[in-house]
């Protein structure tokens, strides 16, 4: 069955609501099409422990305040879900769920989006499945043999899990501080934490609002010809919240060098000094989901989409939103998302009034 609207919106996560809020704004038809059975994205499927990195009247969707959660400065992944979900339901979002996009192709002056269930018709498309879907994992020798466990960062939920194991956290980012944090003040847990680099902790008062403020003035240089800022990078890569900045004063969160391989029972340095140990947990980061969008041809170096914008360069009826800096300054956030959407709503209004 072929059903037809103006615009399909893949992702009923913070980016795919953010889109349908603009859209519903400039009294567009359109669907949004959500993998999950239930409302929330992916932070129904975080780690228990996880906070956001602002508090809560700084990680809002445009036109609702998320409000406070008691006790916490900044929310847990719960109270993200539950603002989500009330998010969609108050501005009367049409989200069709559960829904898996397969492809999208070119039909004449239309976009054809087949799914699961049925084939939408559409003047324009926002793809907004952001990257949690398609974890990264990095080509280690001896990745095979390792006998014990393996899992990414979207894989984790609890310290309680790895009761009485050695477990090594790879990755020097938010997740793998955080994550290594967690089992460190964890009874029972050995873990050992391994990065690239030493570890670059921001200024303990430096939270989601700064970090928020140096992508937009970043993006806002390079779009004006100026030097580079460096943006978020520029400050450093982990940010100090409580947990992490509580583990890390106490002595429990020294990082080790990268290892050079796995081996059946554990890790091995370039010196030859090995560790055993039972799990390792990839803290190694996220490549951008866009699978679905294969049959238009529009892969570029990185797998990114080249775009203008949030426009897809060589697909004019596409708009890419949420993946990250590419598609918008800090547009993988909460709070970074509703300028992106607005843009791309409006240039979908105005190319539909052609």
């Known amino acids: 069955m072929t059903r037809q609207t103006d615009v399909v919106v893949i992702g009923g996560g913070q980016a795919g609501l953010a889109a349908g809020y603009h859209l519903r704004r400039k009294k567009l038809d359109f669907v949004i099409l959500d993998a999950q059975g239930t409302p929330g994205g992916a932070w129904q499927h975080t780690w228990d422990s996880l906070h956001l990195f602002s508090p809560a009247a700084f990680s809002s969707l445009p036109g609702r305040i998320m409000s406070a959660q008691p006790g916490h400065e900044y929310p847990d992944a719960g109270h993200v879900v539950e603002y989500l979900s009330d998010y969609e339901q ?18 004449g002056d239309r976009l054809r989006v087949e799914t699961d269930k049925d084939i939408w ?3 324009a498309v926002v793809s907004a499945t952001g990257t949690w879907w398609r974890p990264f994992l990095p080509a280690v020798p001896g990745r095979n043999d390792f006998a014990g466990r393996q899992l990414h960062t979207s894989g984790y939920r609890r310290p309680s899990d790895f009761a009485g194991q050695r477990v090594v956290v790879v990755g020097g980012g938010n997740s793998g501080a955080q994550i290594a944090a967690d089992l460190a003040t964890h009874d029972g847990v050995d873990p050992t934490w391994v990065t690239q680099r030493p570890p670059r902790f921001l200024a303990d008062d430096v939270d989601g609002r700064a970090l928020f403020d140096a992508a937009t003035a970043r993006r806002r240089a390079l779009d004006e010809g100026r030097t580079d800022t ?4 520029s400050l450093g890569d982990i940010v100090a919240v409580p947990p992490v900045r509580e583990a890390r004063d106490a002595g429990l969160l020294k990082a080790s060098p990268m290892f050079t391989r ?14 055993a140990a039972d799990a390792v947990i990839w803290c190694t980061g996220f490549r951008p989901a866009l699978s679905h969008l294969a049959a238009l041809g529009l892969r570029g170096p990185r797998g990114h989409i080249p775009t203008h914008g949030t426009r897809a360069a060589g697909e004019p009826r596409l708009h890419l939103l949420g993946y990250g800096d ?29």
């Open 90 to 107: 108050r501005y009367e979002l049409p989200v069709h769920r559960p829904v898996r996009v397969q492809q999208v192709r070119r039909d």
């Open 121 to 123: 018709s559409a003047r």
């Open 230 to 233: 460096g943006g978020v990078a």
């Open 262 to 275: 796995l081996t059946a029972d554990g890790i091995e340095w370039a010196d030859g000094t090995r560790a």
């Open 326 to 354: 590419w598609t918008g300054p800090a547009s993988a956030t909460l709070i970074g998302v509703g300028r992106p959407a607005r843009d791309a709503a409006t240039e979908i209004a105005e190319l539909l009034s052609r």
